[in-house]
């Protein structure tokens, strides 16, 4: 693999840095990785919510993204590339455990992922109302790894990582009205649930 | 990302922050991912990979083991074309029965014994096979006919008296064993009689093939002798048999 001095620049688009990529350059890989590391982990985290499922899957993105790098395409973008690459490799895994039931995607490494901000959203809250934030995102969290594929992936994609309506048709493979159907449809289905809506 | 104040769902979502732990040696963890999985395969003979292919399907097997059988079957049919049809050997050998009593006498000994050979007193059918072999046109072919039928009394009688004769000789020889005293005269009488049918044998064989020679036409008559010696470990009066000048 070549090496291309691609030094951190926000002048350099992902775009650029795939391009360079598809050009061998593995510093272009590190920074792509650099830069989306983090957004692919809470993208990852939300869907599976497990620790170390997540940090497989996100590995295994990179790969792929490099192995498959000649597909790539810059006129449809470089986010919504990358996270469909994710978002298949969620939904395999999820196929695969309910296939396997027996291995559990629940985190039983006990590091907890969950920013501290969750609990303080609110200052002035007292004890109960932590409480009872608390509880609703527990709740939350399991309505939304109830939700079908592609709805779970077009809430989570819309709500967490700022993605348009076009990108995320392009992830889920659908139009744009499809995409609009499937937010209502999955925030429907999170509020017809929900004990606290 | 989306808010909506008004909605307890949207904004419930909006409060579920996450703060997964980069992971620091993710880029290393990646790299090395990519080496191992663009690493070239080992190298191996494309015969191997479809040995191996095939091996795993039991219909390729079971055509290849056809195959090889009818591949078996033809290698061993066309051995067997060069190396000459047996049933040239079975004809020369009838006729060498029918014009050489030495060789009959000799060959049905062991052939008696195994009921293989026939012991034919005429030509018969081996003149057919004769006037096939040799091309014999129509003419030729009367001529060899009443030449065979002319001498075929003679190799019979021939035929009879070497087999009284060589049991003469087998029973005096036996009694020779058996008693201390040994009847020179006789020996010599015994002995010189068979050797005198033996030689009249061998004669009368050599003129019969001789005057053959003489009916047909060069091409012809080296074919015929070269049939007479299609089986020359069969017979070991061969050479006696055929004449030398012929």
New interface residues.
Partial sequence: ?RSFPVTPDHDVTDIDLMRALQEGS?AA??EL??RW??RL??FV??YTQD?HT??DI???T??RL??KREQFKPDRGFSPWLFTIAANLCHNRARWQRRHPEQSWDDTSG?T??????LL?DPTDGPVETTI?RE??EE??SLVLALPHDLKTA?LL???E?LSSAEIAQVVGCSLRGVETRIYRG?KK??AA?R?? | ??SDDF????R????????????PN??D???Q??RV??RPAPRQSPLLIWLKETWQRPVYVGALALVLILTGVLISTITHQFRGSPDNVVPTEDYRFAIDPLYRLTESGESFITGAQPAPDTVGDSLEWLRTELGLTDHQFQKLASLHEEFTPTFASIFHDLQQQKSAVEQFETMRRESELIDFIQVYRVTTDYRHLQDRASTSTAELVARVTQLVDAKQRSHYLELLKIAPEQSKNVDAVVPRHA
Wanted: hydrophobic share 35%; charged share 25%.
């Fill in positions: 693999m593995e890989l590190c990785i650099a590391e983090k982990l809470s985290y939300r620790t997540t940090q996100v590995q295994e990179f790969v490099h192995l590091t992922v969950e920013s501290p901000t969750n959203a934030r609703q995102i939350l969290k809430v819309h709500h967490y700022g925030l999170i509020r929900s606290f809506a | 990302m989306a909605d307890p769902t949207q419930r979502l909006c409060q579920w922050r996450v703060d997964p732990p980069c992971d993710l880029t963890k990646v790299l991912r990519i999985e663009t």
